[in-house]
Nanobody
Framework: EVQLVESGGGLVQAGGSLRLSCAASGFAFDDYAFGWFRQAPGKEREVVASISGVDESTYYPDSVKGRFTISKDNAKNTAHLQMNSLKPGDTAVYYC????????????????RGQGTQVTVSS
């Protein structure tokens, strides 16, 4: 059974940090690209980070570049998203996603995704 289980969300003040984790099982973790996307009420889904399963190259949109860092621990089948300098506009449900193709992660059209974890940033 494929599972992606997110953890690490919560409430933080503006300027603070959170580290999200995504524990994966049921598929060949090493071969997959991973990413995180978020969705806030009334807004479209937005990918915030991706990492290739081939060369671990990363992608960040301008909205989070320099503040968010994605990483992939193949030994622990876990992906992480380190979020620093958080802003109220970062408030959303954050989802972990995985797919053999990194372009699908960036397009938020992945084979697998988790159930999401809430991140709330207070001003």
């Amino acid at each position: 059974e494929v599972q992606l289980v997110e953890s690490g969300g919560g409430l933080v003040q503006a300027g603070g940090s959170l580290r999200l984790s995504c524990a994966a099982s049921g598929f060949a973790f090493d071969d997959y690209a991973f990413g995180w996307f978020r969705q806030a009420p009334g807004k479209e889904r937005e990918v915030v980070a991706s990492i290739s399963g081939v060369d671990e190259s990363t992608y960040y949109p301008d909205s989070v570049k320099g503040r968010f860092t994605i990483s992939k621990d193949n030994a622990k089948n876990t992906a992480h998203l380190q979020m620093n300098s958080l802003k109220p506009g970062d408030t959303a449900v954050y989802y972990c996603a995985a797919d053999p193709e990194v372009w699908r992660v960036i397009a938020v059209s992945t084979r697998y995704r988790g159930q999401g974890t809430q991140v709330t940033v207070s001003s």
